[in-house]
């Protein structure tokens, strides 16, 4: 079988950092995915990781270690839009099969 | 670019009703298509894909079906609604290989009464 786990809730001041981590337990693993989804709409992708090490896009960074199955998701330079739910994923198999985790709730407050 | 649809956004069946969604894909050819369903503050859990005309891949056992009939449509059925089925339904699409990134439709919500 496969698991995700990661935080139920984050809370953060604006302009602060915030890291979200998320350990997994799958076969067939091929990345870790994260998403972004505010209240009422669709998911929407902001990083992958496929090897080890630390991705960064703008004001997001992800960061994966197949080895401790385990990544984050760093967010710099907290915004009130960024209150949000994020979800990690993982990839299983090589047709893209994209498994989700429970996701993570977090309120950045002014 | 690359689109997709899926309809209807809301519906309150009662049970026991049957239940048809729709999605579709614009602007692509030979996607992986999935359907999953969000219960209110959980996670997605992934009910169906499918990487080609008729062929689905079920992940759940339960009161639901999926069909792909043309390339770019994917359908989500049930002969006969629970209360249980009561969720967020979202469609989604990928290219065909490994890179982590699917593009969900808007969503439909669902109420079985």
């Known amino acids: 079988g496969q698991s995700l786990e990661q935080p139920s809730e984050v809370t953060a001041v604006e302009g602060a950092i915030v890291q979200i981590n998320c350990t997994y337990q799958?076969?067939?693993?091929?990345?870790l995915s994260w998403y972004q989804q505010h209240d009422g709409g669709a998911p929407t992708f902001l990083s992958y990781?496929?090897?080890?090490g630390l991705e960064e896009t703008g004001r997001f960074s992800s960061f994966l270690s197949r080895s401790d199955s385990y990544g984050y998701l760093l967010l710099q330079e907290l915004q009130m839009k960024d209150s949000a739910s994020y979800f990690c994923?993982?990839?299983?198999?090589?047709?893209?099969?994209?498994?989700f985790g429970t996701g993570t709730r977090l309120l950045v407050s002014p | 670019s690359q689109t997709i649809h899926q309809w209807p956004a809301t519906l309150v069946q009662p049970v026991g009703s049957p239940l048809s969604l729709e999605c579709t894909v614009e602007?692509?050819?030979?996607?992986?298509l999935y359907w999953y369903r969000q219960a209110a503050g959980r996670g997605l859990q992934l009910l169906f894909y499918?990487?080609?005309?008729?062929?689905i891949s079920s992940e759940v056992p339960q009161n639901l079906s999926a069909s792909r009939p043309q390339d770019r449509q994917f359908i989500l059925s049930s002969k006969k609604l629970l209360l249980s089925d009561s969720g967020f339904y979202l469609c989604?699409?990928?290219?065909?290989?490994?890179?982590?990134?699917?593009?969900f439709g808007e969503g439909s919500r669902l109420t079985v009464l």
């Open positions: 989604a699409w990928s290219v065909p290989v490994s890179t982590g990134e699917l593009f």
């Open positions: 799958t076969s067939g693993f091929y990345g």
């Open positions: 990781n496929a090897l080890d």
């Open positions: 994923a993982v990839t299983q198999g090589g047709f893209q099969k994209l498994v």
């Open positions: 602007g692509t050819s030979n996607p992986n």
């Open positions: 499918s990487v080609g005309i008729g062929q």
